[in-house]
């Protein structure tokens, strides 16, 4: 009888130890947790005294400012080749080409005439590159007598589209730099004159938006 009187308190020992490691295993967790939560409001409170702004407002400048990040500019450009060339197509080149790259790409047809192209002229991604035929030397010559709208291609006050020079669109019409400018001088010396002053939305990068800007400030006449 005493023999198992002894192995039973033998028993209640050790599972009073177990139940003992247990409470200190759980005093042990509590107290990481605590220590944790102390030290994640250290750091808050480090990087609120370091940037002079509460935490919050710095996690939202930080989003922001993700969030505005760009994409990174394409190595390569493609710029469609049409007009006086044999065969039509789509150019890859390097971002920061020259017209003049982009034309050694085709093939161009006896009736073309690139003496009225800006060969220097640095290309946009996606903009059409129009090789003029024999017309645009007459367009040409027609625009430096100033027959149509008198000199400097402006008639009234008014930008004459179908008259003024890359200098002058690019000066007098707001919105329109160089190479828009010159895409404008481009496009009518492979097609012609413009009928209307809406035809000018037929140039790439000039949409509606645009427009509504030009249309008080340019002529066909």
Same mark, same amino acid.
């Given at each position: 009888m005493a023999g198992i009187l002894g192995q039973n308190e033998e028993v209640l020992r050790e599972v009073k130890l177990v139940f003992d490691w247990e409470q200190i295993?759980?005093?042990?967790?509590?107290?990481?947790?605590?220590?944790?939560?102390?030290?994640?409001?250290?750091?808050?409170?480090?990087?609120?005294?370091?940037?002079?702004?509460?935490?919050?407002?710095?996690?939202?400048?930080e989003l922001a400012a993700g969030n505005e990040k760009t994409e990174p500019v394409s190595e390569y450009i493609q710029v469609y080749v049409t007009g006086q060339v044999a065969a039509p197509r789509v150019v890859k080149l390097k971002n920061g080409a020259r017209v003049f790259e982009a034309v050694e790409q085709v093939e161009l047809l006896p009736e073309a005439n690139i003496k009225s192209i800006n060969m220097a002229r640095v290309l946009q991604d996606g903009e059409p590159i129009v090789i003029p035929g024999p017309e645009a030397e007459m367009q040409s010559i027609t625009d430096s007598a100033g027959t149509v709208s008198g000199s400097g291609g402006m008639s009234q006050g008014l930008v004459n589209i179908n008259t003024a020079d890359v200098t002058v669109?690019?000066?007098?019409?707001? =919105? @329109? $730099?160089?190479?828009?400018?010159?895409?404008?001088?481009?496009?009518?010396?492979?097609?012609?004159?413009?009928?209307?002053?809406?035809?000018?939305?037929?140039?790439? =990068? @000039? $949409?509606?938006?645009?427009?509504?800007d030009l249309k008080n400030l340019i002529t066909v006449r």
């Open positions: 295993d759980r005093r042990l967790v509590a107290a990481a947790a605590i220590l944790i939560i102390v030290f994640f409001f250290i750091g808050m409170k480090y990087g609120e005294i370091k940037s002079g702004k509460p935490a919050e407002d710095q996690a939202l400048e669109l690019d000066e007098k019409l707001p =919105g @329109i $730099g160089p190479a828009l400018a010159q895409r404008i001088v481009d496009y009518r010396t492979a097609n012609g004159p413009f009928a209307a002053i809406e035809d000018i939305k037929n140039v790439s =990068g @000039i $949409g509606d938006k645009k427009f509504e």
